[in-house]
């Protein structure tokens, strides 16, 4: 791979987060003119506020969490998102759209963190467009909706970012609020190991003192997941409280073997035409997509940090024994635009782009219209 040395300046970053936003308010402005188009009557306001998770999350940022009653089951989501939420509704005065800027601004971070992780390995035109399918995952509409994925992605890409800078409290740091964010969070710790374990081997052949006491901010990581074990000490009774709420209704979500899950999903989806379409094959197609990402980066050499943490993270989202959420999860893992640019056939990229950009507008409209896409 190309080891590249220059980064890219304040101005192609601030060019490259108005990119990110434009192609959010882009992605809203099409999916209006489809509602309009088909005289569908929902509005704005409902969809943004009434989405899938999006009322726990606004519920969540207005009275914190419950310990009896109807909402005590919200302790299934992690604390970070909605807590941001709370923060910003200070200066906005409104929960849905503290949380939309919280995703639009995450967002644009997370793409100039990316574009530079990409700098790291590839050229400028690989490297944009490792960008570009970014942008364009089919599901990329949560991007600009009141979801995590944008936190998520933010915090993980620049974890795996300071990773490869070696500067390991900043690896520490954003790697702990990950963890506080999603499940999947705690999982930055893998390339993280893997990469002081690289450093350590590197500094002992050439006769350097191997350890360092900053690695150990790494540590910090698995703190993120601890404090959320702790919230459901406080607030449900114990500290696994959550695995209880997450297999009963109206999630009935315990982890199962990945096989079992996508067992499940084929059987759904024989039972269920029009749902099998834009939840159960995805999901199924996805798992597949991620492992011959993982066999095509294996062949072509990338990046062993990338493909470790592609691997732990299908596998963690997978075994989720209710997998209605997998294109979600599977879009928020950065390894996958970062294994694309491996490419280096500039057509195979493009026509793959042009597929993603047919997709997102189809899923785009779909998921303004109402439709079941979690």
């Known amino acids: 791979m190309i080891q590249l040395t220059k980064q890219p300046t304040l101005k192609k970053h601030g060019q490259i987060f108005c990119g990110a936003v434009a192609s959010r308010l882009l992605l809203l402005l099409l999916g209006f003119i489809m509602l309009k188009i088909t005289n569908n009557s929902r509005s704005l306001a409902a969809i943004f506020s009434t989405a899938s998770d999006t009322p726990h999350y606004l519920y969540l940022a207005e009275n914190w969490y419950a310990t009896t009653g109807d909402k005590a089951n919200l302790l299934v989501f992690y604390p970070l998102y909605p807590l941001l939420i709370k923060i910003v509704h200070f200066f906005v005065r409104n929960y849905t759209f503290a949380g939309l800027l919280i995703s639009y601004i995450c967002f644009g971070v997370a793409s100039c963190y990316l574009y530079d992780l990409l700098r790291l390995d590839y050229d400028k035109p690989r490297s944009i467009d490792g960008l570009i399918a970014f942008w364009l995952f089919p599901f990329g509409f949560f991007y600009m909706a009141v979801f995590t994925e944008s936190l998520f992605v933010m915090l993980t890409v620049m974890a795996l970012y300071y990773t490869r800078k070696h500067n390991w409290l900043a690896v520490g740091i954003t790697g ?58 406080i607030y449900g009774g114990s500290f696994t409280k959550f695995l209880e709420y997450q297999s009963a209704a109206p999630w009935y979500n315990s982890a199962q073997w990945i096989g079992n899950n996508i067992t499940q999903q ?11 379409l834009i939840i159960y094959w995805p999901e199924i197609l996805l798992f597949f997509v991620a492992a011959g990402i993982i066999f095509y980066g294996i062949k072509h050499r990338a990046n062993s940090l990338y493909l470790a943490y592609l691997g732990v ?19 928020a893992c950065a390894a996958v635009y970062l294994i694309f640019a491996e490419i280096k056939n500039e057509s195979a990229r493009r026509f793959i782009l042009f597929m993603l950009a047919l997709w997102l507008m189809l899923f785009n409209y779909l998921w303004f219209s109402g439709q079941a896409i979690m």
């Open 176 to 233: 702990l609020l990950a963890a506080a964010t999603r499940t999947q969070g705690i999982l930055v710790l893998v390339p993280a190991v893997i990469e002081i374990i690289y450093a350590a081997r590197e500094r002992f052949l050439q006769k350097e003192k191997w350890f360092s006491p900053s690695m150990l901010y790494i540590l910090l990581i698995p703190v993120g997941y601890l404090s959320y074990l702790i919230l459901n000490k």
């Open 266 to 276: 084929v059987g759904m989806a024989k039972d269920h035409f029009y749902l099998s």
């Open 313 to 331: 993270y299908t596998a963690t989202s997978y075994l989720h024994g209710w997998l209605i959420s997998g294109p979600r999860y599977f879009m």
